[in-house]
């Protein structure tokens, strides 16, 4: 179970006498002590965290309970994923107003060159842009997934609001969702944030490439890549979008950030933002030769459709090309052939870039978290990594798809009441907010 509680109930839970979990199937019942791990730094001062609940009870239950002196509730759950359409899952951490319908059709396109597929989480999203991707669900290149706010639908105690209090919306334990659907059925599964582009440098396809590794090194957990920042022209148009233009444009920055992981899902249970804090980071390979491509910024100035074809080099280098030409005009092709669809013609020739809410969070972020870690070296102790309290004012052009769902609150229970949401759908209805 991917449960979010409170760092003071997580402290308390030996003192209560842990959880219980209780398994039926039919007449049988078999209760189990479930263990609790948290996925997050040890001086994360967030209020809440998220933890795995993992606990052993009869095969192919019916019905899972929690249990605790004598009060119950029951637990809704799904079942892994028993098939996918490739060994290579790229989960997305969880989209808010998101609105930048270029960096979604690149890193799409990519991964499907690359032989990947993307599972999005979307908690809002403009509408134009939702639209679109439901294109490239039916394609059976992307899943796009319901990610919906915590919220109490009654409570006993005083508390804050989850959402606000726990690190980046819950975006580990998102990723760790992720991880759990796809376990069974997947050789690799990757957590990036939508602005996170992997070009393979070793090979033709990510699975080629994961497995040179891993076979290199069978006794690791995961690879972690380092993220380079990058700037590309802004498409204004989609009938322009190019890779080509963009790739030939495209400006790589001195920076770089603390990269992101691809796992191996046999050894990986859980995961944190980056990696898990589960296992020993020293069976984690960092790869220095190849670099994740972060599309840090659109620059305010159009797409140039006629500047001279080039090839970018990695950073640091005269000679490696950042991409293989032959890889340029594939990704051409296959958009150009998707932009030939009628269907999908009609529904991405709607999208606007408003660059309307990018701004706002930017600033926001800098604000709440940036600013004072790397100016005012303010650490995680100081610090709970969340920009929920961003202020977004909505504009009537504007509409956005927001996922939600039906919220249950358990009996009150020591030391964690359960709280959870079932039957989520799509809503045009609660406007563009995290």
């Given amino acids: 179970m991917v449960v979010v509680m409170k760092q003071t109930a997580y402290r308390d839970l030996e003192k209560y006498g842990g959880l219980t979990i209780l398994g039926t199937r039919g007449t049988e019942t078999e209760r189990a002590n479930a263990t609790v791990q948290k996925e997050a730094p040890d001086d994360n001062s967030c209020e809440y965290i998220m933890t795995l609940v993992q606990a052993t009870t009869l095969d192919n239950p019916q019905t899972l309970f929690i249990e605790s002196h004598g009060i119950s509730?029951?637990?809704?759950?799904?079942?892994?994923r028993s098939w996918t359409r490739s060994p290579v899952i790229m989960?997305?951490?969880p989209q808010f107003v998101a609105e930048k319908w270029q960096i979604f059709l690149m890193n799409?396109?990519?991964?499907?060159?690359?032989?990947?597929h993307m599972h999005?989480?979307?908690t809002s999203m403009v509408e134009e842009l939702f639209n679109t991707l439901k294109v490239y669900e039916r394609w059976g290149s992307v899943t796009l997934d319901y990610w919906v706010r915590m919220k109490f639908l009654e409570t006993q105690a005083p508390y804050n609001d989850p959402m606000r209090n726990v690190e980046w919306r819950n975006q580990a334990g998102a990723q760790t969702d992720c991880l759990l659907q796809y376990k069974?059925?997947?050789d690799f599964i990757t957590f990036f944030d939508i602005d996170d582009i992997l070009i393979p440098r070793l090979s033709h396809n990510y699975h080629q490439e994961f497995s040179s590794h891993f076979q290199a090194i069978p006794s690791f957990h995961s690879i972690?890549?380092?993220k380079r920042d990058v700037a590309v022209q802004k498409v204004n148009n989609v009938s322009d979008f190019s890779f080509r233009h963009i790739f030939s444009t495209m400006v790589i920055r001195d920076e770089i950030g603390y990269g992101k992981s691809i796992v191996n899902p046999l050894r990986y249970n859980s995961t944190w933002i980056h990696h898990s804090f589960?296992?020993?980071?020293?069976k984690m390979y960092k790869v220095w030769n190849t670099e994740l491509i972060h599309v840090k910024e659109i620059l305010d100035e159009e797409l140039n459709t006629t500047a001279p074809f080039k090839v970018p080099k990695m950073f640091g280098t005269n000679e490696d090309p950042l991409i293989r030409e032959a890889d340029l005009q594939s990704l051409d092709r296959d958009f150009r052939d998707a932009f030939g669809d009628a269907h999908f013609n009609a529904t991405a020739v709607k999208m606007v870039d408003y660059n309307y809410f990018a701004p706002i969070v930017f600033k926001c972020y800098n604000e709440s978290f940036y600013h004072p870690y790397f100016v005012q070296h303010r650490g995680f102790e100081e610090l709970c990594p969340n920009a929920d309290n961003c202020v977004l004012p909505q504009r009537e052009d504007i509409k956005c798809i927001h996922s939600d769902a039906k919220y249950v609150s358990g009996p009150e229970m020591h030391p964690i009441t359960f709280h959870y949401a079932v039957k989520p759908f799509w809503s045009r209805d609660i406007g563009c907010f995290q």
Avoid: D
């Fill in 224 to 226: 972690f890549y380092t």
């Fill in 278 to 282: 589960q296992l020993p980071i020293e």
């Fill in 108 to 116: 799409i396109h990519v991964v499907r060159r690359y032989g990947g």
């Fill in 73 to 80: 509730v029951q637990i809704p759950f799904k079942k892994p």
């Fill in 120 to 122: 999005i989480y979307v």
């Fill in 184 to 186: 069974e059925v997947a």
């Fill in 91 to 93: 989960c997305i951490s």
